[in-house]
C-alpha cells in the first residue's frame, strides 16, 4: 500500500510539476500567470489518444505531433491573450483574457472530442505494478524537461537571453534582445512542456476534456507554494502535492483530500504570501 | 456681436452638470415597469426566464459591487448561489433539524452566505489577482464536491427538492413577482451603496489603493462588509434558485453559471449598476433566442469576455455614457481661489508640532535616510529640499506610514504608528503624490469626496437604506468638496470623468482632495512637477494661504523660486541627512548648501 501510495503520489506529482514548469515558463518572459497551462495538460492527453489511438500513428510521430499542436498553442495564447493586455499589466486584464483563451479550448474540445474520458494508449509496454510504465513515464518525463531546461539554461545563448529577460525585462531590452521573438518562444515552449505533461500522465488521467481546470489548480498550487517563476520551487511542491493527495485519498477519501489540499494551500498562502522560496517586496510610492 | 465676445458670454462646453436624477432612474423604471407587464403577455416561459433572470440579478447586483467597483475577480461565484440553494432546501425539507418556514431557511442561508461571502474573500486582502481568482475557483469545485459527498444532508447525487413558497407566491407570477421585487429592492440597495462613500472607497482601492490609504480607507474593512452583503445576496438568489427549479442536484450549478455571472459584470461595465443589470438581461436571455447556440453557450460567454477585455474594456456603461465624449474647452487654465480656504478650513487645529527624531531607513546596503531631524509647526510652510536620492519623498513616506523607520520615531502629540498609512488620514496627516494618484473613471468630484472618506458617520446598512445619516453624510462632502474645487478652481469640470483631465489639472485635484479632509498637516510631494510658471504662481498663493489657515505644510519641491518665495522654513537634505535648516534667507547663503545644491 504504501509502495502504490508512492508510485501514484510520485507519478501526478511530476505531472503537477510539469504543468507548474509551463506556467513558470510563460511568467518569465510576461509576468503573465496564464490559465491555458492546465488546459496545455488536458490537450497533450486528448491529442495524444487522437493521433495514437483514433489515428493510428506511431506513438513516436503521434507524440512530436502532439507537441508541435501544443507549441502552437502556446504561440496563439501569447498573440490572442497577452500580447494585447501587456501594455497595462498593472489592470490584471491577463487574468481575464487567459481565463477566456482556456475556456474556449475547452468547451472546443468538449464539442469536438468527447465529454466523456476516452482511453488513453500504452507507449512502451514495460513494467508492471508500482513500477507500470503509466507510474514511471511522468516522472522520467519531468526529469528530462529540468534536465533539457538546465541545459537550455546554462549551455545556450537562447537560454541565456530567457534568463536575461527574466531577470530584468528592461536592462535586456536595453541590451538590444529580441524580446518580443523571445517571448512568442517561451510560450511555444511552455506550450510543448505542458503538452508533454498531458501525454506522458495520459495513462493515469486519460484523455478527458475536464482535466483542464484540475490541472491548472494542482499544477498552480506548486508554483504559488514554491514562488513564482521558481522552477525547483515547482518540482518539490509538485512532487510533495502528489504524494499528500494520494495518500489522503487512500486514508480519508477523494473529496475530503481535494478539501485538504485547498486548505492547506490556503492557509500557507495567507502566511507567506510570496511563496516558501520567494521573496520580493515591490515598492509601492 | 461679434464671434469672439458671444464665445465669452457663452457657458463654456466644459462645465457639464450632474445629470438630473430622473435620467439616471429613468432606465430602471422602463426595465422593471416592463417586467412587471409580462403576466399580461400570459406566456408562462417567457416568465420562467425573467424570473431567474431576477433571481440572477440579485446575485450580481451584490458581485458587482465586489468585481466592478472593488476589482476583486471573484470568478467562482456559484459557490455562494450553490450554499444559498442547498442551505435553503436542506433546512425547508428538515432534513436535520425539524423543517423550518420557507422564509426563516431563506434568512438563515443569507446569513450563513454573509459568513461564506466573508470566508471565500479573505485571500483577496492578502493575495494578488491571479491568486484570488484560482482560490475561488477552487472554492467552487469544492462546494460542489461537498455537495455531491454529503448524501444523507444533500442528498448526493440524487438531489433534494427546492422549499416551496407560502400563498401568494406559491404561483408562477405570484412567485415572478416576489422575485422581481426583491430584485428591483437589491437594485436600489446597491445602487444607493455604490453612490455613497462605501462605492467611491471600493473604487478608490481599485485603481488607486496608495491614495485610498492616505485618505483613512481601511482595504480590510470594507471589503469584508462588501463580502458580507454580496455572500448574503447571493445566497438569497440561491434559495430562490432552488425553488425555482423545484429539483436541485449539484448538477444544477455549473461553472458555466458562475462565468455568466462574471461577465455579466464585465460586459455591463466596472462602476456601474445599470450596466451588469443590462448585461445579466442579455447573458439570460442570449441561449433561449438562439436555441441552437445552447452547447456553445460557455464558448459564446468566454468569447465575449476576450472580445470585452480586448476592445471594450468600459462594456455597456461606457457605451451609454454619452457626456463623456462631449468635447471639454481647450486652453483651460487653473484659477485657484484661496480665500474660499477659510471657509473650507475654519476650525480647531492641534498645537502639537510633526517632529521627527533621528529617524533611519535603509534599502539593502544603502541609508536613504540617515538619522534625520525636523519639525513641521502649525501653520508653518516648511520646505523640504535637496539633489536626487537625497531622502525627501522617503522622508515623505516614512511621515505618511508607508515606511517602518529602522530608528527614531515621528511624533504628532502622540506617536504616530510606523507601516500603518492608513492611520494617518484619522491623525489629520494628508499628502499628495509625485504622480498623481487619481481614481480615472470618477467624476472629479467623486476623487475630491474620497478625501472626507473617514468623515462619514452613516455606517454601510445606513448608506444602503439611504437613511437620514447617509443622506446628511452625502450632503455634507458634496458641500465640502465642491468648496475644495472651488479653492483650487476646478468647480467648473466637477462633474467631469477625472481622466479627461490634463496633467496639471490632476494635481490640484489632489490638492483639493487633501483639503476637503481639513488637515492639520499637509505633505506635498513635488506639486509644481510638471505646471507653468503662471500655474506654479497660482499653487504658491494657495499653500500660503493653506498655511495662514493654520495647517502645516512640508513641501518637497525642486523649484527653489518657489520654495524661497514661500516657505517660512527650509530644511535641506544631502545623502539622508540634513545639511542645513533654517529660514530662506540664511539657506540662501548657506556655504555647503550652495555648494552642494544650488550650484557655484
Given amino acids: 500500500m504504501l509502495a502504490s501510495i508512492l508510485a501514484s503520489g510520485v507519478a501526478v506529482g511530476a505531472i503537477y510539476a510539469l504543468i507548474g514548469i509551463a506556467y513558470n515558463t510563460m511568467f518569465s518572459t510576461s509576468r503573465v500567470m496564464s490559465f491555458t497551462a492546465g488546459q496545455l495538460g488536458m490537450l497533450g492527453g486528448v491529442l495524444g489518444s487522437l493521433f495514437v489511438l483514433r489515428l493510428g500513428l506511431p506513438p513516436i510521430v503521434g507524440f512530436v505531433a502532439m507537441l508541435a499542436c501544443c507549441a502552437l498553442i502556446g504561440v496563439i495564447t501569447e498573440f490572442v491573450a497577452v500580447r494585447p493586455v501587456l501594455k497595462s499589466l498593472d489592470q490584471h486584464l491577463y487574468v481575464l483574457s487567459t481565463l477566456a483563451l482556456a475556456l474556449m479550448i475547452q468547451q472546443v474540445t468538449a464539442i469536438k472530442w468527447s465529454t466523456e474520458p476516452q482511453p488513453f494508449p500504452r507507449l512502451f509496454e514495460l513494467g508492471s505494478g508500482t513500477l507500470d510504465e503509466k507510474f514511471w513515464v511522468p516522472v522520467a518525463a519531468c526529469l528530462l524537461t529540468i534536465i533539457g531546461l538546465e541545459l537550455l539554461y546554462r549551455k545556450t545563448l537562447v537560454g541565456r537571453a530567457f534568463l536575461a529577460i527574466a531577470e530584468d525585462n528592461f536592462a535586456a531590452r536595453a541590451l538590444g534582445l529580441p524580446e518580443r521573438n523571445l517571448r512568442i518562444a517561451s510560450y511555444a515552449l511552455a506550450g510543448a512542456i505542458g503538452g508533454l505533461a498531458g501525454f506522458a500522465g495520459g495513462q493515469l488521467l486519460l484523455a478527458f476534456f475536464a482535466n483542464g481546470p484540475l490541472l491548472n489548480f494542482y499544477g498552480f498550487v506548486p508554483v504559488a507554494l514554491g514562488g513564482l517563476g521558481n522552477n525547483r520551487g515547482a518540482v518539490i511542491g509538485g512532487l510533495a502535492l502528489g504524494i499528500f493527495q494520494q495518500a489522503a485519498n487512500f486514508l480519508v477519501g477523494g473529496i475530503f483530500s481535494s478539501v485538504a489540499v485547498f486548505c492547506i494551500f490556503i492557509i500557507v498562502l495567507l502566511l507567506a504570501p510570496q511563496g516558501l522560496f520567494g521573496s520580493h517586496v515591490a515598492r509601492r510610492v | ?600
Avoid at chain 2, 99 to 127: W, Y
Avoid at chain 2, 165 to 193: Q, V
Avoid at chain 2, 504 to 520: G, Q
Wanted: glycine share 12%.
Fill in chain 2, 1 to 600: 456681436m461679434s464671434n469672439a465676445s458671444r464665445a465669452l458670454t457663452e457657458p463654456l462646453p466644459s462645465s457639464p452638470v450632474r445629470p438630473a436624477a430622473w435620467t439616471t432612474l429613468l432606465p430602471f423604471v422602463i426595465l422593471f415597469g416592463l417586467a412587471a407587464l409580462l403576466p399580461l403577455t400570459g406566456n408562462d416561459y417567457w416568465g420562467l426566464i425573467a424570473t431567474r433572470a431576477a433571481i440572477y440579478w440579485m446575485l450580481v447586483s451584490g458581485l458587482s459591487l465586489i468585481v466592478g467597483f472593488a476589482g476583486q475577480l471573484a470568478i467562482g461565484y456559484v459557490a455562494l448561489l450553490t450554499l444559498g440553494a442547498y442551505t435553503t432546501s436542506v433546512l425547508a425539507a428538515g432534513n436535520v433539524l425539524p423543517p423550518l418556514p420557507t422564509f426563516m431557511a431563506l434568512g438563515v442561508a443569507s446569513a450563513a452566505g454573509a459568513v461564506f461571502g466573508v470566508i471565500v474573500g479573505l485571500p483577496a486582502l492578502r493575495l494578488r489577482t491571479f491568486y484570488f481568482a484560482m482560490t475561488t475557483l477552487g472554492f467552487a469545485t469544492i462546494v460542489t464536491q461537498v455537495a455531491l459527498a454529503w448524501q444523507g444532508v444533500t442528498g448526493g447525487g440524487i438531489g433534494i427538492t427546492g422549499p416551496e413558497m407560502p400563498a401568494p407566491f406559491n404561483t408562477a407570477w405570484g412567485f415572478f413577482y416576489l422575485c422581481l421585487g426583491i430584485a428591483a429592492l437589491c437594485t436600489w440597495g446597491t445602487s444607493n451603496i455604490a453612490r455613497s462613500r462605501v462605492g467611491r472607497s471600493l473604487v478608490a482601492i481599485r485603481d488607486a489603493e496608495v491614495a485610498a490609504e492616505a485618505s483613512g480607507i481601511s482595504k480590510a474593512r470594507l471589503l469584508v462588509v462588501v463580502f458580507m452583503f454580496a455572500g448574503a445576496l447571493a445566497a438569497m438568489a440561491g434559495g430562490l434558485f432552488a425553488s425555482l427549479q423545484t429539483y436541485i442536484t449539484p448538477d444544477a450549478f455549473t461553472f458555466e453559471l458562475s462565468l455568466l455571472f462574471f461577465i455579466a459584470v464585465l460586459i455591463g461595465g466596472r462602476g456601474s449598476i445599470l450596466g451588469p443589470l443590462i448585461g445579466t438581461l442579455v447573458l439570460t436571455i442570449l441561449p433561449e433566442i438562439a436555441a441552437p447556440l445552447a452547447a456553445w453557450s460557455t464558448f459564446l460567454y468566454a468569447f465575449l469576455l476576450l472580445v470585452i477585455v480586448l476592445a471594450m474594456p468600459g462594456g455597456i456603461a461606457a457605451l451609454l455614457d454619452f457626456e463623456s465624449r462631449k468635447p471639454l474647452a481647450f486652453g483651460r487654465a487653473v484659477k485657484p481661489n484661496p480665500h474660499v480656504l477659510g471657509e473650507l478650513l475654519c476650525g480647531e487645529r492641534g498645537t502639537s508640532s510633526l517632529v521627527l527624531r533621528d529617524v533611519i531607513l535603509s534599502f539593502g546596503g544603502v541609508r536613504a535616510i540617515d538619522g534625520v531631524d525636523l519639525e513641521v509647526r502649525p501653520g508653518q510652510v516648511h520646505g523640504l529640499i535637496g539633489p536626487n536620492g537625497s531622502g525627501k519623498t522617503t522622508t515623505l513616506n516614512v511621515v505618511s506610514g508607508y515606511y517602518a523607520p529602522e530608528n527614531g520615531d515621528v511624533t504628532l502629540g502622540a506617536s504616530l504608528e510606523p507601516a500603518a498609512p492608513a492611520t494617518r488620514a484619522g491623525r489629520g496627516i494628508a499628502r499628495t503624490f509625485q504622480t498623481p494618484r487619481i481614481v480615472g473613471e470618477a467624476s472629479v468630484l467623486d476623487n475630491v469626496m474620497i478625501g472626507g472618506a473617514i468623515d462619514g458617520r452613516a455606517t454601510f446598512m445606513e448608506s444602503l437604506l439611504s437613511l437620514r445619516r447617509h443622506r446628511d453624510d452625502e450632503a455634507r462632502m458634496e458641500a465640502d468638496a465642491l468648496l475644495a474645487l472651488r479653492a483650487v478652481g476646478l468647480e467648473a469640470l466637477a462633474h467631469v470623468r477625472a481622466d479627461r483631465l490634463q496633467h496639471s489639472e490632476l494635481r490640484f485635484i489632489e490638492i483639493a482632495r487633501t483639503l476637503v479632509l481639513r488637515p492639520a498637516f499637509l505633505l506635498l510631494d513635488e506639486p509644481a512637477a510638471g505646471l507653468s510658471s503662471v500655474e506654479i504662481d497660482q499653487l504658491g498663493r494657495l499653500i500660503v494661504e493653506i498655511g495662514r489657515q493654520g495647517t502645516g505644510v512640508l513641501l518637497v519641491e525642486h523649484h527653489a523660486d518657489l520654495i524661497f518665495s514661500i516657505c517660512d522654513y527650509v530644511t535641506v537634505l544631502n545623502l539622508g541627512r540634513v545639511l542645513a535648516a533654517g529660514t530662506p534667507a540664511e539657506i540662501r547663503v548657506h556655504k555647503e548648501v550652495v555648494s552642494a545644491y544650488l550650484g557655484g
